[in-house]
């Protein structure tokens, strides 16, 4: 017998759930992001605030630069990004 959360009710129908596959099945969440991604779509680095930074591939702009977890910048606003960064 299946619960009352067991099935996936749409949400706007089926319209909804091809948007969402669409825009989010293939967007993971950054695990890096370099500062200038930090400062532009974060949520701000709180001041005194003490980060490990080193060279690796920024989640949100693609570029291989210094890059620290998106948690240090109060994770990202929205996500994904549908535009063009720096």
Same mark, same amino acid.
């Not at 992001?33 to 989640?59: K, L, N």
């Given at each position: 017998? &299946?619960? @009352?959360?067991?099935t996936l009710r ?7 759930? &091809?948007?969402?596959? *669409?825009?989010? %099945?293939?967007?993971?969440?950054? %695990?890096?992001? !370099?500062?200038? !991604? /930090?400062? %532009? ?6 001041? /005194? ?8 591939? !920024? /989640?949100? !702009?693609? =570029? ?6 998106? *948690?240090?910048? /109060?994770?990202? @606003? @929205?996500?994904?990004?549908? =535009?063009?960064?720096?």
């Amino acid at each position: 017998m &299946a619960g @009352k959360g067991d099935t996936l009710r749409p949400v706007n129908g089926d319209r909804y759930r &091809a948007n969402y596959e *669409r825009i989010f %099945a293939r967007s993971v969440y950054p %695990a890096w992001i !370099c500062r200038p !991604c /930090g400062e %532009a779509h974060g949520r701000g680095m709180p001041e /005194g605030h003490v980060s490990t930074w080193h060279e690796d591939t !920024c /989640g949100v !702009c693609g =570029q291989l630069t210094s890059v620290t977890e998106p *948690r240090d910048f /109060g994770h990202l @606003k @929205k996500w994904p990004i549908l =535009q063009k960064t720096h």
